[in-house]
């Protein structure tokens, strides 16, 4: 028997947020079948790249007459997409049909001439338009619809959550809320291309490309913009006219270590940023890091950026997940579910430190989906085996080879709701041997830890490192006891659902109160014996439970 066809991908995705385009709007909600071929992670980044190319960014008076606007810079040519939103001002993003507008666009643009002060006379692809004479348009002051950057607030966020109809249903809402948006990746890809240019003042040839969350489909509005400076010319040189007997390279400087190379790159571009680059604020320098970064704002898109070079296997991991989360669109519904969760519970902070970070926590969905009965989704260790001569690739001596063509991956036979996965997520984690084993998503299975640290995740292509060495057990602790108080309320609530009309956080809602012991279903039951011996009991209760109920069914 052949089970149902389940739907391939979440529309979220980067790629799918190209086709959304082309459709009527609201057909590619979350959770609709989407049966169309998917795009590779490279092919999704190399149209956004060259979309970017062609955009500008345009810093714009408040009361402006969007028809006039448009009309004044298709004079540079045909525009084939724009959007305005608010950042401290109102911004404009206008994506030309041709590169050549930009040129010519540029070309009737000046410096400005400053009083006090002098400006820098960098000619980059963002712009202030400034109205020649400013009575004249106030009178019409036609709406400017603006796009939201920002997440919902927490109030909106409850109210739509306490409306859902189920927990499914809770999951889907707060993915569709929280993952970015069409305009937001644009803003994203568009900001990296503002400062490849600015790169480009020193390696003419580089390439800044997005990674991390930005790019693969894990990421919530508003998280930062993890960018890598490519200044590798793989791919890049042309074979012709190397016929012959020689061959010609670059006269070039030698430093003691690739790392003190990458140290002086950035220590460079991070000065040119500073002192060049519009917008580009609080500039700071960490280049003693395991991976040195240069940090800093770009204050009209609004993003935190961390710029890294000699990064290449970050890209490939960002890479990876993008897979994982295109394969079952229950992934990345549990990922936001998950991360929403520790956030709201400060399990995770946008400062660095001893805490479980993003990262780790996709980490720990994926192992979890990866263990369930059909698994939902393949090691990474499968993924290798299906892949082609062309998806073979070393970087630095790591085997990061896997499939790229999603299309090549069976999806799973597996169809449980994601109600139950999140319960199920909490319990796993409520109960797993952390000072034994390891996560680990290649094998996909529980390996024995190779040293103390109190979590350990397998990098998965370096995999002699932990990507949570920083996480401490008491850190660690607290997310434990929270997966159990959260399977518990989950239980719990099983039984005994507050009615939609009580007004009550129920679900997912009650999981994200910042104080998971004030929601009303834990007060009610509380009684006098210690939280952790409750919950112990419950546990066991529940699992013996579940134990039971498996028994049954298999027995059948
Ligand atoms: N990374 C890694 N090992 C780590 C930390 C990060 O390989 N210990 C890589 C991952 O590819 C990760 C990327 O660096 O996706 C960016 O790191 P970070 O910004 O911390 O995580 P994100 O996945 O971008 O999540 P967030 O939304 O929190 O920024
Ligand atoms: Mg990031």
């Not at 990421?219 to 913009?225: F, N």
């Not at 263990?371 to 260790?381: A, E, G, V």
Request: net charge positive; charged share 25%; aromatic share 8%.
């Amino acid at each position: 028997q052949r089970p149902a066809f389940r739907p391939l991908s979440s529309p979220g995705t980067v790629a799918a947020a190209f086709r959304r385009e082309e459709l009527p709007s609201g057909s590619a909600e979350t959770g609709s079948e989407d049966r169309s071929p998917k795009k590779r992670f490279t092919e999704v980044q190399k149209e956004r790249r060259e979309q970017a190319q062609r955009t500008v960014l345009i810093h714009c008076p408040n009361k402006i007459s969007e028809k006039k606007f448009l009309k004044y810079l298709s004079q540079h040519g045909p525009i084939n997409n724009h959007f305005f939103y608010e950042s401290f001002g109102l911004y404009a993003v206008v994506e030309f049909c041709q590169k050549e507008s930009i040129h010519s666009l540029k070309n009737g643009t000046h410096t400005p001439s400053m009083v006090t002060e002098a400006a820098i006379p960098f000619r980059s692809r963002f712009f202030n338009l400034k109205l020649k004479n400013p009575s004249n348009q106030t009178s019409e002051r036609p709406y400017i619809q603006s796009s939201n950057q920002l997440p919902p607030s927490s109030k909106k966020l409850f109210e739509l959550l306490c409306n859902a109809e189920s927990i499914d249903d809770q999951l889907n809402t707060l993915l569709k809320e929280f993952q970015l948006t069409e305009e937001n990746t644009r803003l994203r890809y568009l900001t990296c291309s503002l400062i490849e240019d600015i790169a480009a003042a020193y390696f003419p040839d580089c390439t800044v490309r997005p990674f991390g969350s930005s790019v693969n489909t894990f990421g919530k509005l508003g998280c930062d913009l993890d960018m890598f400076l490519d200044l590798d010319e793989i791919g890049k040189l042309s074979t012709h006219k190397n016929i012959g007997n020689f061959l010609v390279e670059f006269q070039v400087k030698n430093v003691p270590s690739e790392r003190i190379a990458t140290q002086k790159i950035l220590s460079v571009i991070g000065e040119c940023l500073d002192h060049f680059g519009p917008s580009c604020v609080g500039v700071q320098k960490i280049l003693n890091a395991r991976c040195p970064l240069v940090r800093f704002s770009h204050q009209a898109s609004g993003f935190q950026c961390d710029l890294t070079t000699n990064n290449r296997i970050a890209l490939k991991s960002s890479e990876l997940l993008y897979i994982y989360g295109a394969l079952d669109s229950r992934v990345r519904a549990l990922v936001f579910s998950v991360r929403c969760w520790a956030r709201a519970h400060s399990l995770t902070t946008s400062i660095p430190g001893a805490w479980i970070t993003n990262f780790s926590l996709t980490m720990m969905v994926i192992f979890f989906l990866q263990q369930r009965s059909p698994p939902i989704l393949p090691t990474l260790d499968s993924l290798k085996t299906l892949a082609d001569a062309e998806d073979k690739c070393i970087i630095e001596g790591n085997n990061c080879t896997f499939i790229r063509d999603l299309n090549k991956i069976k999806p799973s036979e597996n169809t449980e709701t994601l109600e139950i996965l999140l319960k199920e997520f909490f319990e796993y984690f409520g109960n797993f041997t952390f000072n034994k084993n390891s996560i680990n998503i290649r094998q996909g299975r529980e390996q024995n830890k190779p040293d103390s640290s109190p979590l350990h995740i397998q990098n998965p292509f370096e995999t002699s490192l932990n990507i949570s060495k920083n996480v401490s057990q008491s850190q660690l602790q607290k997310f434990v006891d929270l997966a159990r108080e959260s399977a518990w309320i989950l239980q719990e609530e099983d039984k005994d659902r507050p009615s939609p009309s009580s007004n009550q956080p129920w679900g997912l809602a009650a999981l994200l109160l910042s104080s998971i012991t004030n929601s009303k279903s834990l007060a009610k039951k509380k009684n006098k014996r210690p939280a952790s011996e409750r919950i112990r009991n419950l546990l066991d209760s529940i699992k013996s439970n579940s134990t039971e109920n498996a028994t049954t069914a298999n027995g059948k």
